[in-house]
């Protein structure tokens, strides 16, 4: 996927605007998966897209979510690095 190839290329501003495009003419109904995935470009540039891993973060925390107990994760190590 072209997201990934400019997020191994350190590009991860076009890797987030390519990968969101994806998501809106994507036939894959599993918005949790696609959040998830989401997730992972913002994290790779933090400190840019702080506000967005916060806000996609906290649904995943829910109960019942499918990546509930990796958010968890992700959370904890963002504490703990002082980050959240």
Do not use: C, I
Not at 15 to 23: D, F, M, P
């Amino acid at each position: 996927m072209l997201a990934y190839v400019y997020a191994r290329r350190s590009r991860v501003d076009k890797a987030v605007t390519t990968y969101q495009r994806y998501t809106v003419v994507s036939q894959n109904s599993d918005t949790e998966l696609l959040d998830w995935t989401l997730l992972h470009y913002y994290l790779a540039d933090y400190p840019q897209y702080k506000g967005e891993v916060k806000r996609l973060l906290e649904p995943m925390l829910k109960t019942g979510h499918d990546f509930q107990e990796e958010a968890v994760g992700v959370k904890a190590a963002l504490v703990k690095a002082g980050m959240w």
